[in-house]
């Protein structure tokens, strides 16, 4: 692909004084070190739930600190985890996020409402009592597990948990379900998930969950989800207990990127991390274990799976015409392998999508960071960062500037490398990745 060369903007702005301090400011923050490698990263409620591919917290802030001012309004239209949502509410910005994965919601919102901790520890108490008293009746569990699920989740689950943490869950989620308060209801059922969904050994019979590439173990050391639910409920009143609590305003939902429910022009900054092309980071794979208790039917946790950014299913999706750069990028892959090459322009088609959106409901003169990794699609390097850079201008959006940073590879999830094999094209990918700065013209002046 070295014979490419990137495409003149088409688009040229007629910018003001505010509108180049602003552009100014995201040109220097791009020069500055974002590796951020051993530091901490665990504060405030930053790490209630293992979530793969999370961005290390002290880049949104440094974004949210440099280029908004208190009361702004903060965007990540691919919220994940929450760590840009948790940090604008921090800095007490009105933190706005959606996604698609109702996982990553709920972790997202529990992250920034306020809980009244004795309550919650003794609701906790409660709960854990309540499921062993129900264990002691061990076959009345078991018919309330069967009666629980349609066939597919159940045969789902009789393959994946142990029979003894199949009734400890089951008897767990009941009496987790009982709870009236929502807010502690929440902060329980993530407790409950952080027992299925680890970085190593959770209580299903799935390895590698929190890297997504799920494989069975034959057998496994037995660990106790209601003693690993308490663990976690007394971790997580900790970072709790610990939290700066603000007044700022949240407004954290369900939805799809691609079309945002926000007004034109209501967005100050925006700091988001799209998920891989291809499914690299595969999140409903990993999240259908935990989300299966939580009462979603395994069949429609399936066909969810299929509306990720990312995904790799064709049929009935709506292609995007490409600009020039990133139609060659598409075109060689393409010639390499066909398949790869449409899952990739689905790929780009939505995030030109995504990048629409985010054009139309930033302010004028305002920023967007988009924090994305590369990867090579049978041999061809599909330059993801260059080509959302070009779609992102064919869009009317200003590149200001693309940098580069390492990933802490000892802190972030990312799929693992299996088998023993060396020089992966997923260990390979996985090292760096890259910010992308725009900024929204003031004024637009088409030179076509
Ligand atoms: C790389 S993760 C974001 C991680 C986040 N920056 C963090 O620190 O936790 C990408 C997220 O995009 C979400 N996503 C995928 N397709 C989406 C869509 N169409 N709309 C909204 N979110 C989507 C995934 O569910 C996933 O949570």
Request: hydrophobic share 40%; aromatic share 8%.
């Amino acid at each position: 692909m070295s014979q490419l060369s990137l495409p003149l903007a088409h688009l040229q702005t007629e910018p003001h004084h505010a509108h180049l301090a602003t552009r100014d400011r995201l040109q220097a923050l791009l020069q500055e070190d974002f590796d951020f490698q051993g530091q901490y990263a665990a504060h405030a409620t930053h790490n209630l739930h293992p979530f793969p591919a999370k961005f290390p917290p002290q880049l949104p802030r440094r974004f949210i600190q440099a280029l908004t001012q208190p009361g702004d309004v903060v965007l990540d239209p691919m919220m994940g985890s929450g760590t840009t949502v948790l940090e604008a509410y921090l800095a007490q910005r009105t933190a706005v996020g959606f996604d698609i994965d109702p996982l990553a919601r709920l972790l997202a919102q529990v992250k920034v409402t306020p809980l009244p901790l004795d309550q919650t520890a003794r609701t906790a108490a409660e709960v854990v009592v309540e499921a062993r008293t129900a264990l002691a009746q061990p076959d009345a569990v078991a018919q309330s597990l069967d009666q629980r699920f349609n066939p597919k989740s159940r045969d789902f689950i009789h393959y994946w948990f142990p029979v003894q943490s199949q009734l400890e869950l089951a008897a767990l989620i009941q009496a987790i379900e009982r709870v009236e308060s929502s807010t502690i209801r929440a902060c329980l059922q993530l407790a409950f998930s952080a027992t299925i969904i680890t970085k190593s050994a959770g209580v299903s019979l799935a390895r590698d969950l929190a890297h997504t590439r799920p494989h069975k173990v034959k057998e496994a050391e037995w660990r106790s989800p209601i003693g690993l639910f308490e663990k976690r409920v007394g971790q997580n009143l900790a970072a709790f207990a610990a939290m700066g609590w603000t007044s700022a305003p949240t407004q954290l939902e369900a939805g799809d990127a691609q079309q945002l429910p926000l007004p034109d022009a209501s967005v100050d900054l925006i700091v988001t991390s799209p998920p891989y092309a291809s499914n690299a980071i595969d999140y409903m794979r990993a999240h259908k274990f935990s989300l299966v208790w939580l009462g979603y039917p395994i069949e429609d946790l399936s066909q969810r799976r299929r509306e990720y950014v990312g995904g790799e299913a064709l049929d009935d999706f709506s292609f995007e015409p490409l600009p020039d750069y990133t139609a060659e990028v598409v075109a060689a892959v393409e010639k390499a392998d066909p398949r790869k090459g449409r899952v990739l322009h689905r790929y780009y088609s939505e995030m030109t999508r995504v990048l629409r959106e985010m054009r139309r409901v930033l302010k004028p003169g305002t920023c967007a960071i988009l924090v994305v990794g590369t990867s090579t699609f049978k041999g061809q390097a599909t330059h993801v960062q260059h080509c959302l850079g070009d779609v992102g201008q064919a869009l009317g959006l200003d590149l200001v500037g693309i940098a580069e940073r390492r990933i802490d590879r000892n802190r972030r999830m990312m799929p693992a490398r299996h088998g023993g094999k060396t020089g992966s094209q997923i260990e390979e990918r996985m090292h760096e990745e890259y910010l992308i700065g725009f900024q929204k013209p003031a004024y637009v002046r088409c030179l076509n």
